[in-house]
């Protein structure tokens, strides 16, 4: 091999010994495939940019509900029939919605990967949307919907993001409301299904043991001729700065108590999110971490707690989540967490502990890239959010925070003045 192209062949990105090449067909379809040949598998997934957050009031819950409608048949695949071609050819299949995006994803050897691109093709264009389909189905998603109010961190957690993001969507859960949903007409469905689900929307990932050129081939034949269809476009009430601490109680009937703390941070992709990813080490990795060793371990005053950077389009939010032990008072959960986040944001870090986090930041990242399905999906939810080289610039990006970025996000965004507190008390506590 010359150097010229050996230069070249350096040059291409890797996720995890993926290869990953981009291309993007004339209908706007974006197409990312991930060369490994580690396995004989393939994982194909499609991602559409819409989720929870592009919808009206009047449609909270579609984005999820038409998740379970791409199942229920299309021009060439009737009712079950994705199910059981998946299972005759000895695949799974599966599909999730978020605030900012939705996925449908297949994993099948890949010897009969394709079949997989045929199915999202055809649904893609072609999904039936039988009324009476709906109707069933609609049932299955307020059974889903009832089944969460049983969950008193769900309730909770809904809470605080209603008095968090209070016009935004946001606010509102990615399942939807039961009145809304109760009253929701296929119609609707169709609409937004039209508005949303089309190549000019979406991206394709394409992950495992295939040729290149044969894959991209095969995205042309059956996705090339889909037309591209609108640009998306919806208007959403701004994120505002919050103006004071909030707090938020709901009850149990159990004697836990629950704690949630939430801060708006920032967008997917930014500086900001890599060093967010470094403080959520240092406060709750392992048994070393800041709030672990004196919340759990020292003081006994939680018997959990964790925390987590759930950067968005529109805005992140850094949940905190703790567990009271029995007998403890809340406030003095409270005031040790605070304790800690204030030293977090004003004290020098000490670099062994810096270098400690962003190995267990890098051994995290290893471990959810093991399979190919894990590395289509982070290809493809960076693709849609922001852009799908942040999943291979990942750890680069953690490794490059410095001591001083911890303390500056910390500082600046996990204050009290800018947080909701919520509490999940046994029935008639008050904290």
């Not at 890797?14 to 209908?27: F, Q, S, T």
């Not at 998740?67 to 009712?79: L, N, Q, V």
């Given at each position: ?14 996720k ?34 819409v989720?929870?957050?592009?919808e ?21 695949f ?9 299972t005759v050819?000895?695949?799974s ?41 709906f109707?069933?189905?609609?049932k ?10 049983d ?12 008095a ?26 169709r609409?937004?299904y ?7 929307n ?18 042309r ?6 037309p591209?269809?609108?640009?998306p ?6 994120i ?5 601490e ?5 009850h ?5 108590r ?6 708006p941070?920032?967008?997917?992709g930014s ?11 240092l ?6 971490s800041r ?12 018997v ?10 529109d ?5 905190l ?30 670099q ?8 267990i ?10 399979t190919?399905?894990?590395i ?14 942040l999943?291979v ?39």
């Amino acid at each position: 091999m010359s150097a010229r192209s050996t230069k070249r062949a350096e040059a291409k990105p890797m996720k995890a010994g993926a290869v990953i090449h981009e291309h993007r067909l004339k209908n706007g379809l974006r197409v990312l495939i991930a060369e490994r040949h580690d396995d004989p598998v393939v994982a194909s997934m499609v991602f559409y940019g819409v989720g929870s957050r592009d919808e009206e009031e009047a449609e909270a819950g579609v984005s999820h509900f038409l998740e379970h409608m791409m199942f229920k048949g299309s021009a060439r695949f009737g009712k079950g029939e994705v199910d059981r071609i998946t299972t005759v050819l000895g695949g799974s299949n599966n599909a999730f919605t978020t605030p900012d995006h939705t996925a449908y994803w297949f994993e099948l050897a890949s010897d009969r990967w394709e079949v997989a691109l045929d199915i999202e093709a055809d649904r893609m264009k072609g999904l039936n949307l039988d009324t009476r389909e709906f109707d069933s189905e609609k049932k299955v998603v307020l059974e889903e919907l009832s089944m969460g109010r049983d969950d008193p961190w769900r309730r909770l957690t809904q809470a605080v993001s209603e008095a968090m993001f209070k016009r935004h969507s946001y606010r509102r859960p990615v399942i939807g409301y039961e009145d809304v949903l109760k009253g929701m007409s296929v119609e609707t469905m169709r609409a937004y299904y039209e508005r949303h689900y089309h190549p000019g929307n979406a991206v394709l990932v394409i992950c495992g043991d295939v040729n290149p050129r044969r894959a991209l081939k095969a995205a042309r034949e059956r996705f090339g001729s889909i037309p591209a269809g609108p640009r998306p476009e919806s208007e959403r009430a701004p994120i505002t700065e919050p103006a004071g601490e909030q707090r938020v109680t709901t009850h149990w009937d159990d004697s836990s108590r629950r704690l949630v703390m939430v801060w708006p941070t920032a967008v997917v992709g930014s500086d900001e999110d890599y060093a967010l990813d470094v403080v959520t080490a240092l406060l709750t990795h392992g048994r070393l971490s800041r709030l672990q060793a004196r919340l759990v371990h020292d003081e006994k005053l939680a018997v959990s707690v964790s925390a987590a950077n759930d950067t968005r389009v529109d805005s992140g939010v850094f949940w905190l989540y703790a567990e009271c032990a029995d007998g403890v008072d809340p406030r003095a959960l409270e005031r040790a967490i605070d304790d800690e986040l204030t030293r977090l944001g004003s004290e020098r870090l000490p670099q062994s502990e810096l270098r400690r986090a962003k190995r267990i930041l890098e051994a995290s990242d290893a471990h959810e890239s093991e399979t190919v399905s894990d590395i289509a999906e982070e290809l493809g939810e960076f693709a849609v959010d922001a852009h799908w080289r942040l999943a291979v610039e990942g750890v680069e990006r953690n490794e490059a925070v410095t001591a001083v970025a911890v303390k500056e996000v910390t500082s600046r965004f996990l204050t009290p003045s800018r947080r909701v507190i919520g509490w999940s008390l046994p029935e008639g506590e008050r904290v």
